[in-house]
């Protein structure tokens, strides 16, 4: 099993910046990927990023340029850096994992709110 503790969110003006935090912990080693997930409200939970152990990323193209994930394996902990923010990037974000047999896991979500 894992635990997902995340941290970051918050209040940003359009054009500012915030660091996201997850941290892993249980058994990491049977993760297969991280990433991060957003559900703005009345709208369906999408992708925005993931990691891969091998360092392999992928990124929906609403965030490609403004957002960086990277992940520090020995840690368990996966970061979303955010820049350029927009309104339209108001969500809560989750942090996912997803391990070697598939089972899923799931932060308990952090609200970023983008003013303009």
């Known amino acids: 099993q894992v635990q997902l503790v995340e941290s970051g969110g918050g209040l940003v003006q359009a054009g500012g910046s915030l660091r996201l935090s997850c941290a892993a912990s249980?058994?990491?080693?049977?993760?297969?990927?991280m990433g991060w997930y957003r559900q703005a409200p009345g709208k369906q939970r999408e992708l925005v990023t993931t990691i891969t152990n091998g360092g392999s990323t992928n990124y929906a193209d609403s965030v490609k340029g403004r957002f960086t994930i990277s992940r520090d394996n020995t840690k368990g902990t996966v970061f979303l850096q955010m820049n350029s923010l927009k309104p339209e990037d108001t969500a809560v974000y989750y942090c996912?994992?997803?391990?070697?047999?598939?089972?899923?896991?799931w932060g308990q979500g952090t609200q970023v709110t983008v003013s303009s």
């Open positions: 996912h994992v997803m391990t070697i047999a598939r089972y899923n896991y």
């Open positions: 249980g058994n990491i080693f049977s993760i297969n990927a």
